[in-house]
């Protein structure tokens, strides 16, 4: 299968609670290779533009205000089956119902915050890769 990228972004209860170093850890032990990284602080705009196919949800102004609430920590990831082998990873979007094992199992509060944000599919895991990061830079790091 070819390699997909994902466009995680660990967000600011997972940067709060100091676990940029675990989730990492457990992103890479799970065999993900990061392909560019950085630590940002979104504005209400700007979370509101990444999270702009929420626009019209009633969780629209917590989730921005949420994202927009301290630094996060955008990663373009890489490996075969990003996509789903991400979201495996990570678990359900609510902590209630993630997997045993799961990193917003193991880390996250609630629905609004839960740690990290995966890309739902190919398309988007593309789009949201640039909505952080030029093309160029995306690390060729394939030894
Ligand atoms: P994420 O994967 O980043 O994509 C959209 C986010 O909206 C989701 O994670 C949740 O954090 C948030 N979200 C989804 N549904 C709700 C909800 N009902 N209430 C609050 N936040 C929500």
Redesign the pocket.
């Known amino acids: 299968m070819a390699k997909q990228r994902t466009l995680a972004?660990l967000?600011p209860d997972c940067v709060r609670k100091e676990l940029i170093g675990e989730v990492l850890r457990q992103i890479q032990e799970a065999g993900f290779v990061i392909k560019a990284m950085k630590m940002t602080r979104l504005t209400k705009q700007t979370a509101g533009g990444f999270?702009a196919v929420?626009r019209e949800?009633?969780?629209f102004d917590?989730?921005t205000t949420f994202m927009s609430s301290g630094p996060c920590v955008p990663v373009v990831l890489e490996k075969e089956n990003a996509i789903e082998d991400f979201r495996t990873l990570i678990g359900a979007?609510n902590p209630a119902n993630a997997d045993a094992g799961t990193i917003r199992k193991e880390f996250a509060d609630s629905?609004?915050?839960?740690i990290v944000?995966?890309s739902d599919s190919e398309e988007n895991g593309n789009i949201e890769a640039a909505y952080f990061f030029a093309e160029s830079e995306l690390v060729a790091n394939e030894s």
């Open positions: 972004i967000k999270y929420h949800k009633p969780f917590e989730l979007t629905m609004g915050e839960n944000h995966g």
